[in-house]
């Protein structure tokens, strides 16, 4: 049995996410995904002008070495940290970690995330570094 009367659809506009300061922040999480995608576009050029020899490698650290481009790698850092925060505050929604039969607090499992994160980091510069 189907009805005549049409299905009530509210009406949405796009300045939907600017009512709440919550939708405002989720909006702002979600935009870190555009400096993430500057930052691959520019990693993959990178390891192409490895490829192609030594001249390409130069002109792409001349381009790295540019204010403006010094700018867009900040902002991705900033992108990267402020996603990494609110996913590591996530997880442990997301999974319930149970120790003895009592559900682990978040607080340690975020601050295990960091904690790997930062060793992560820390491992990858030494590695840089100490070549």
Known sequence: MSSAR?????????SWWKKSAFYRF????????LPAIWFGIVLLRGMY????????????ISFLQQPL??????I?????????????????KAATVIIKGEKL??????K???????????VLLLIVFLK
């Open 49 to 60: 002008a490895l490829l192609v020899g030594a001249d390409a490698w130069a002109g792409f």
């Open 6 to 14: 049409k299905p009530y659809i509210r009406p949405v506009n796009g």
């Open 26 to 33: 989720y909006m702002l999480r979600e935009a870190t995904a």
């Open 69 to 74: 481009v010094f700018c867009a790698h900040l």
């Open 112 to 122: 295990t995330l960091w904690a790997a994160a930062v060793a992560a980091s820390v």
């Open 76 to 92: 991705a850092l900033a992108a990267s940290l402020l996603h990494s925060k609110t996913w590591f505050e996530l997880a442990p």
């Open 105 to 110: 607090k978040p607080a340690p499992v975020i």
